[in-house]
C-alpha cells in the first residue's frame, strides 16, 4: 500500500487517474497545476517500497521488439545487481500504462511481480512476458479487449519506477 504525506492526499492510490493537471508548475499557467505547497504530490512510501533491506540497481529496460501483435510476446528484460554486502530477496515489480485508451486509464498498472535472491554484489537477469491479453480492459462498448495503440512498461523496486521503454500493440 501507499502511505501519504498528509491525510489530505487521501485516498492516495500507484493506480490511479491522471488528474490532467500538471504537478509541476507550468509558465503558460500556474492556475491549473496540482500541487501541495508544503508537501510534494506523491506519497510519503510508494506501492512496494520496503519490501528489502538491501540495496539495489536496474539496468535500463531491454525490449525482445517495440512492437506487439497478437499472437506474439514482447519480452522485456532487466539486470539486478545487489549493491549491499548482504544477501537480499528483492521483489521485481512489472507495470504497464496504456497512454491512449477509450476510457480513462490508470497511469500504472501492476501486472508482474517476481522474487530474486542475490547474494552481496550478485547480479541477475529477470525478463517478463508481455503479451496481448495483459492489455485488456473494460472498453467503453462493455467489451473485455485491448485497443491498438502506445503503452510504456515500467520495471522496478516500487511504483514510482521511471526505468521505462515503449512499444506499441497492433491488433
Not at 488528474?19 to 506519497?43: C, E, L, M, Q
Request: charged share 25%; net charge negative; glycine share 6%.
Amino acid at each position: 500500500m501507499s502511505f501519504p504525506y498528509s491525510v489530505g492526499q487521501c485516498p492516495i492510490s500507484y493506480n490511479e487517474f491522471s488528474t490532467g493537471r500538471p504537478a509541476k508548475v507550468s509558465t503558460h499557467s500556474k492556475r491549473f497545476t496540482s500541487r501541495y505547497i508544503d508537501i510534494p504530490n506523491n506519497p510519503y512510501y510508494c506501492f512496494g517500497y520496503g519490501l528489502s533491506y538491501s540495496t539495489f540497481t536496474y539496468s535500463d529496460i531491454q525490449l525482445s521488439n517495440h512492437t506487439l501483435t497478437m499472437n506474439n510476446k514482447i519480452t522485456a528484460r532487466v539486470m539486478i545487481t545487489n549493491d549491499s554486502d548482504v544477501e537480499g530477496v528483492e521483489t521485481v515489480q512489472l507495470y504497464i500504462r496504456d497512454l491512449v485508451g477509450s476510457v480513462v486509464r490508470p497511469v500504472k498498472e501492476l501486472k508482474g511481480i517476481q522474487k530474486v535472491l542475490l547474494k552481496p554484489h550478485e547480479s541477475k537477469e529477470i525478463s517478463f512476458d508481455i503479451s496481448e491479453d495483459m492489455l485488456k480492459f473494460v472498453r467503453r462498448d462493455m467489451t473485455f479487449d485491448s485497443e491498438d495503440g502506445q503503452f510504456v512498461v515500467f520495471i522496478g523496486h516500487d511504483s514510482s519506477t521511471e526505468n521505462q521503454q515503449e512499444f506499441v500493440l497492433i491488433k
